[in-house]
């Protein structure tokens, strides 16, 4: 079974930084695409940001953090980050970090995700 973990969120200023991450166990780490996605009060989950299976060479960010936040894998430590610059106070949300259920895959679809982590809440001050 699949376990992740997230860690690494807080309360931060608007234009500051915050690193998540998420650490996994359970199954081999390399071949699975990983994913964030964000829940704020009042709207739908939506898909942040998505890193590739294995060398995690293609990336995918929503249109809202492009050139803000960046994910990055690292097999040898089975995580996945989610380095977050010049926040904004609508970045507030609980993060969650997410595994696509099938090795290999490039969807981005949030059905074809079965693990997911237990959150943890970035809150943005104006």
């Known amino acids: 079974q699949v376990q992740l973990v997230e860690s690494g969120g807080g309360l931060v200023q608007a234009g500051g930084s915050l690193r998540l991450s998420c650490a996994a166990s359970g199954r081999t780490f390399s071949p699975y695409a990983m994913a964030w996605f964000r829940h704020a009060p009042g709207k739908e989950r939506e898909l942040v940001a998505w890193?590739?299976?294995?060398?995690?060479?293609?990336?995918y960010y929503t249109d809202s953090v492009k050139g803000r936040f960046t994910i990055s894998r690292d097999n040898a430590k089975n995580t996945v980050y989610l380095q977050m610059n010049s926040l904004k106070p609508e970045d507030t949300a609980v993060y969650y970090c997410?595994?696509?259920?099938?090795?290999?895959?490039?969807?981005?679809?949030?059905?074809?995700?079965?693990?997911w982590g237990q959150g943890t809440q970035v809150t943005v001050s104006s």
């Open positions: 890193v590739s299976a294995a060398s995690g060479s293609v990336t």
């Open positions: 997410a595994q696509n259920r099938r090795a290999y895959s490039r969807s981005v679809d949030r059905s074809e995700y079965d693990s």
